[in-house]
């Protein structure tokens, strides 16, 4: 559980978002960190374990794309969700909106599973897999609102992990570092492959910290191509630049 001092930190941090955390949302926040801890002992979620860590590089860096979700939007996609970032957090902010998660490893969809359990997240859903596989299934292609991934890959790759899930109108939001220029330099052809076009990049440091951040909006104007996204592993080894 998260001591008050660090409750005070997340409820603070959060406001320089906009976000007013209720004592509700603080309570799920602090469950988290503690089952995240709990859970980190018996497998490999996160190399930050600190309290003041946890709030700060993983809790109020999730929360910093809230301000970018468009109003209505109804269905997200966490791709690469790792320890459930941002993908839990936005579900404890937006209860209306039905949150998927999806990852590689089914030891971290348990430890996720159980998270949701504990918070009572009514509109969580896991799913194990590749984003390279779910991209093509027509229960998952172009059905979201948004999709977000937090570390994942290099911006060309995740455009072609990502933008075949949203739908046309719809927003993928990328959580980068600060040295953004580059990335999105090489991006040029991927999205216009894939229907993408950056829309802002939105450059800020972490509250009550000194890291640097970037979130990049990309707005899908048009249907990804029934080719993308490529065969698992493809979109990694032959980035498309």
């Known amino acids: 559980m998260l001591s008050d001092k660090n ?3 997340l409820i603070e941090g959060a406001k320089e978002y906009g976000i007013a955390l209720s004592g509700e949302q603080a309570d799920k926040f602090s469950q988290y960190a503690r089952l995240l801890k709990e859970w980190n002992e018996k497998i490999n979620l996160t190399a930050i374990t600190d309290p003041e860590g946890i709030v700060t590089k993983h809790f109020l860096d999730s929360l910093s794309i809230i301000p970018f979700i468009p109003q209505g939007a109804k269905f997200l996609i ?3 969700t790792g320890a459930g970032f941002p993908g839990i957090p936005v579900s404890i902010l937006k209860k209306e909106i039905k949150v998927t998660l999806l990852d590689s490893l089914e030891k ?3 430890f996720l599973q159980e998270v949701s359990n504990a918070l009572e997240l009514k509109g969580l859903k896991m799913i194990h897999g590749r984003a390279e596989d779910y991209g093509v299934n027509k229960d998952y292609r172009e059905k979201f609102d948004v999709a977000t991934a937090r570390a994942v890959a290099n911006l060309p790759v995740l455009l072609e992990y990502c933008l075949p899930f949203v739908k046309t109108g719809g927003l993928f939001i990328a959580m980068k570092g600060p040295d953004i220029k580059d990335e999105v330099k090489d991006s040029k052809k991927a999205l216009d492959i894939l229907g993408g076009k950056v829309e802002e990049i939105k450059q800020f440091t972490l509250p009550e910290s000194d890291m640097e951040r970037s979130v990049v909006i990309i707005r899908k ?4 191509p029934t080719s993308y996204p490529r065969k698992s592993g493809k979109p990694t080894r032959d980035p498309i630049k």
């Open 221 to 224: 104007l048009r249907h990804t």
């Open 78 to 80: 966490d791709v690469g």
């Open 108 to 110: 971290r969809l348990k």
């Open 7 to 9: 409750i005070e930190l």
